[in-house]
C-alpha cells in the first residue's frame, strides 16, 4: 500500500513508519518538525527511515490546507494515518489556540482531502483522556466522553465527531484509536519517562502528582504500533446491528469505528517509579504534589474490542518496556 503517516517525526509515527516500510509498504511522510519539544531528536528519528527507497518526506502543518491538498493530488495515499497533533494536557492551559489550528483545522483538511481526493481508510489518533470526569473502570469505548476536563481532550473528542460525520455524509471509512500512555525507545521528553529518568541519573527530584496515587495504562511502543497496523489493514465498516434506538458510541450505520487501545494492566506510578529505580540502578527523590489541572487520576483500557476485531494482544510487561527504554537513553544520551 502507499501510506501517508501525519506526525512522522513524532514518536509513534515514526515507530510506525519503519515498521511500514520493513513490511514493503510506500510511506509519504508528514511533519512540520516544531518545537514543541526538541527538534533535534524528531530529526534524530526521521534520520532512522529518510533516505529509505519507499519514503517521500514532507515538511509541514496539517493546518496547510494546499500542502495537504498537492500531497493527496501528487502521491494518492491508498490510505492515512493521521497522528500529527499538538500533544499535551498541561500545554492547552496556556496554549489553546494550537491545539484548535492543529487537532481540529488540521484534522478537517485531512477528511476533506480524503473526500475528495480518496481514501480506502482513515486511522487517526485519539486519546484517553477523552474519557474525561469519567471514574467507571476500565474505560469502555460504550461509556460516555462527554465531560473532558482538558482542551486537549475536547479537540481529539471532536475529532471522533467529525471523522464520524464524514463517514457518515460521505461513506469515508475512519477509525479513531484511543491511546493509552505510550511509552518506548524514541519517546517524547515531555512525558514521565523521560522526564523522571533524566532526573533521577542526576539525582535532582522528580514531581509526582496526585501523591502518586495516579494509576496508569502503560503501554509499549511495539504494541501500539502492532495495533496501528492491524487496524489499517481492516477497513472500517458499518455495523450491521447498530440501532438508533439504543445507539453503540463505538460503532455506526457508517463506516466508523472507534477502540481503545493499551495493554489492559493499570500500573501503580509509585509502582513504575520503582521499576525506573531498579533498570536506572538509583533511588528517586520525590517530590510529592497534589494532581494539576486537566490531570485525570487513573486510566485503565478496556481493549475487548480492538482484541476482538483485530486479534490484538498487547505482550509487553511493563519490567521488560522499561529496561529497553532505559537501555535507549543512556545510549542516546550517552549517560
Request: charged share 20%.
Amino acid at each position: 500500500m502507499k501510506v501517508l503517516v501525519t506526525g512522522a517525526a513524532g514518536f509513534i509515527g515514526a515507530a510506525l513508519t519503519q515498521q511500514l516500510l520493513q513490511r514493503g509498504d510506500q510511506v509519504i511522510g508528514l511533519d512540520n518538525l516544531n518545537d514543541y519539544y526538541d527538534p533535534s531528536l524528531k530529526l534524530a528519528r526521521l534520520n532512522q527511515f529518510i533516505s529509505h527507497s519507499g519514503y517521500t518526506d514532507f515538511c509541514g502543518g496539517l493546518e496547510d490546507k494546499s500542502l495537504i491538498d498537492s500531497i493527496f493530488r501528487q502521491h494518492k495515499p491508498d490510505r492515512v494515518v493521521n497522528l500529527a497533533a499538538q500533544a499535551g494536557v498541561r500545554y492547552s492551559l496556556t496554549n489553546p489556540h494550537s491545539y484548535v489550528e492543529s487537532n481540529i483545522l488540521g484534522f478537517l483538511n485531512i477528511l476533506e482531502a480524503c473526500r475528495h481526493f480518496g481514501s480506502e481508510h482513515l486511522v487517526y489518533a485519539s486519546s484517553s483522556s477523552v474519557y474525561g470526569l469519567n471514574h467507571q473502570m476500565p474505560f469502555s469505548v460504550q461509556h460516555n466522553v462527554d465531560h473532558p476536563v482538558s482542551l486537549y481532550a475536547a479537540s481529539k473528542k471532536s475529532n471522533e465527531l467529525m471523522a464520524h460525520t464524514y463517514s457518515h455524509l460521505f461513506q469515508i471509512p475512519t477509525t479513531g484509536l484511543r491511546f493509552f500512555t505510550v511509552y518506548g525507545p524514541w519517546g517524547r521528553p515531555d512525558m514521565s519517562p523521560m522526564l523522571f529518568t533524566k532526573k533521577i541519573i542526576q539525582g535532582q527530584p522528580i514531581d509526582v502528582f496526585n501523591y502518586g496515587n495516579h494509576r496508569r495504562d502503560f503501554t509499549y511502543i511495539d504494541d501500539i504500533v502492532e495495533g496501528v497496523i492491524r487496524t489499517l489493514d481492516k477497513p472500517a465498516t458499518a455495523d450491521s446491528l447498530w440501532n438508533a434506538d439504543t445507539p453503540s458510541p463505538s460503532s455506526s450505520s457508517a463506516p466508523y469505528r472507534l477502540y481503545n487501545i493499551g495493554s489492559h494492566h493499570p500500573v501503580e506510578l509509585l509502582t513504575y517509579i520503582e521499576t525506573l529505580e531498579t533498570c536506572i540502578g538509583k533511588k528517586a527523590i520525590k517530590n510529592l504534589l497534589p494532581i494539576q489541572p486537566g490531570d485525570v487520576s487513573d486510566t485503565y483500557a478496556d481493549v475487548s474490542e480492538l482484541m476482538r476485531d483485530m486479534d490484538y494482544k498487547p505482550s509487553t510487561p511493563l519490567d521488560v518496556g522499561i529496561e529497553r527504554f532505559v537501555r535507549w537513553y543512556k545510549d542516546y544520551y550517552k549517560v
